[in-house]
């Protein structure tokens, strides 16, 4: 039986990429998702099948004065506050949105404070989409920051705190139960579909069968074009920060440093404000590439090690680098060092003599490449969007 999906994830590729597959799975076995995210990614929602709604989300965007940058308490709390400011305001017309069109299931993104409430009112079951870290008594997000390098001090537990406590006054005010406090593990849902495999999971075996773990799919963005590997054969090096952290014009001049006029074919992406001087005829920028298309046909990639990217570049085989930008992609770095499937490094200490021998170590490390070769054939013989369907119609029978 046909049944309506209410989706709502925060508006950020390495949130809504991850779930475009399962969207697409669930269309094709002829369910309904309707689709919540910003604006821009609207599209990317509608060819995957869904029917988009678009929500205001305008996140402060902190000043970025040189490299590295320091992500701080206060950055991670003022974004958090802003999202929920956010959810606040668009709740009363997304709610009347679904009160026209009611959904059998609401799957929220971990990070979304509009998901669980939107379920609570509408009194229908919620289903956890984490594309990052799963988290339970075992790990959760507040040991990300600590591990990432964000001190667990007065100020973090001091801001958290407040913005519990405002998330709680929100949620009594719609009759709903209150959360514990910001970013402690709460009690789960029925289903949790986490986007990566349980052996990349720190504490991956601690998980009970409410969590399912998925891995990376690709769906339709594998077949994405846009991108063709040099016709003379060079190895290919892919250099990306992301979409979020990435105004890092000293970086990319280190890696014109590094790699200018070496073997390397270089493909860099810098995002939409950096300018940067002429670049060596061996290197290609722009602000964005697809992504999926170029790591089909690079060697390493030099990457911030979002959760997103680290498991695209896993998926297709491709061992990292790790250049951190925030603390979750720390511990994602972190994670893929310790399976031997790249290195990480300190931003605080690059170099571009750094950033050249340690590319082309991990590049011809036997090691790491029959390490990271295994792990990409085990990702991609998983259709993790058939898995992630299945596990909602069970849910809803």
Known sequence: ???????TVVPGHGHVNPT???????????????????????????????????????????????????????????????????????????????GQDRPDAVCFDSMDVLGPLLAGRLEVPTVALMPSWANNEHFDLRDMLVRGGMADDERLTGALAELAGTQARFRAANGLPTHTPALRFEPPCALHLVFMPRTFQIAGDTFDDRFRFLGPALGSRADAQGWQPPADGSPVLFISLGTAFNHRPDFYAQCIEAFGDSRWHVVMAVGERVELPPVPDNFEVAPYFPQ?????????????????????????????????????QVVNGGRAAELGLGRRLDPSEITAELLRRTVDEVAFDPVIRANVTEFGAHLRAVDGAALGADALEELLG
């Open 292 to 328: 999926p298309a170029v790591l089909a046909g690079t060697t390493v990639f030099l990457s911030h090690t979002g959760m997103n990217s680290t498991l695209e570049s896993l998926y297709y085989g491709v061992p990292l680098v790790s250049v951190p930008q925030m603390p979750e």
């Open 20 to 98: 475009l597959p399962l969207v697409e799975e669930l269309v094709a076995r002829g369910h309904r998702v309707t689709y919540i995210t910003g604006a821009d990614l609207l599209p990317a929602v509608l060819a995957a099948g869904a029917t988009p709604v678009a929500r205001p989300w305008a996140l402060p965007r902190p000043a970025q004065r040189g490299y590295p940058y320091a992500y701080s308490v206060e950055v991670l709390v003022a974004g958090l506050r802003a999202a929920q400011e956010q959810a606040e305001l668009v709740c009363p017309s997304i709610l009347a949105h679904f």
């Open 1 to 7: 039986m046909s049944k309506h999906f209410a989706f």
